[in-house]
């Protein structure tokens, strides 16, 4: 990751979207060199709650 050179929306400090992605691309997550932070915790965000298993109780009786 590295600093945005000008960021208009965080003149005094750093915040997620300053933070500038500059890896590899990464297909799963839809991240690609340039992506700042904020984006890339949304995608991840957004993935792991795809991958979470919702939980689902089904009850049966067997007949007597």
């Known amino acids: 990751m590295r600093t945005a050179r000008v960021c208009p ?6 915040n997620a979207l300053c ?10 997550l839809n991240v690609a060199p340039g992506d700042n932070l904020e984006d890339i915790l949304v995608k991840l965000n957004d993935a792991i709650g ?12 067997a007949p007597l």
């Open 19 to 28: 933070i500038i992605y500059d890896g590899e691309p990464l297909p799963y």
């Open 9 to 14: 929306t965080c003149p005094t400090y750093e």
């Open 50 to 61: 795809v991958l979470t298993p919702t939980t689902t109780t089904t009850t049966t009786t």
